[in-house]
């Protein structure tokens, strides 16, 4: 039980698929973030919230869209994604959005386009 | 350019001791952090590093040397659940960013 929670774990979506990813942070956690993590590759920032706005967007395709209702809940909503965007996608949260502080992730979603 | 350089894969015996090493390049330098992450799991928080110098925790140690942008991680005593991977990340120069090397696959054996 790490505090944050994603659900689904796993998804197999076809690339003309709507779905979406969910988060759910316990910790009381200012911040969240998602992350997508692809085999022997380093971790890529996604996007950022800090108490539900949107602080940072890193050139991420519009395919891939965020929403943040509370401080509580992350969402990742997908559409018409592309055989490459399958990977391991991780919410983080932590206490705030400076750089230096510890991140607490979930255990991710397996996502698997066809 | 802003990377982090660490090995791929490793293996050590069960009961041995391990250093797994993490060289940066970046423009700006607040810490360095090291996860563990064991397959199809969250990543967990082992260290954060600011200051030149071994800091210990239990059986896992870490060390850094900002002067020569590098950082170890040291396992003592290893046991098979240390079976993981180990992720080195750097704060640069974004406020919000972390820069990530690619984790290293540590393998134990009996």
């Known amino acids: 039980e790490t505090g944050v929670t994603q659900t689904p774990r796993h998804l197999v979506m076809g690339m003309t698929n709507k779905k979406s990813l969910k988060c759910e942070q316990h910790l009381g956690h200012n911040a969240m973030y998602w992350y997508k993590q692809s085999a022997k590759k380093p971790l890529e920032l996604m996007f950022v919230?800090?108490?539900?706005?949107?602080?940072e967007n890193n050139s991420v395709p519009s395919r891939f869209s965020p929403e943040c209702p509370n401080s509580s809940h992350l969402f990742l909503h997908l559409h018409t994604l592309q055989p490459e965007d399958s990977a391991l996608y991780l919410c983080?949260?932590?206490?705030?959005?400076?750089?230096?502080?510890?991140?607490?992730f979930g255990q991710g979603t397996r996502l698997t386009v066809v | 350019g802003q990377n982090i350089d660490q090995p791929t894969e490793m293996t050590a015996t069960e009961g041995a001791i391990v250093q797994i090493n993490c060289t940066y390049q970046?423009?700006?330098?607040?810490?360095l952090f090291w996860y563990q992450q064991h397959a199809g799991e969250a990543p967990t928080f082992l260290s954060y590093n600011v200051l030149d110098g071994l800091e210990e925790k239990g059986r896992f140690s870490s060390f850094l040397s900002r002067s020569k942008g590098y950082s170890y991680l040291l396992l003592k005593e290893l046991q098979m659940k240390d079976s993981a991977s180990y992720l080195c990340?750097?704060?640069?120069?974004?406020?919000?960013?972390?820069?990530w090397g690619a984790g290293t696959k540590l393998i134990i054996k009996p």
């Open positions: 983080a949260s932590s206490p705030r959005t400076a750089v230096n502080t510890e991140a607490f």
């Open positions: 970046t423009s700006g330098f607040n810490g």
């Open positions: 919230y800090s108490l539900e706005e949107r602080v």
């Open positions: 990340a750097v704060t640069g120069d974004s406020n919000y960013q972390l820069i």
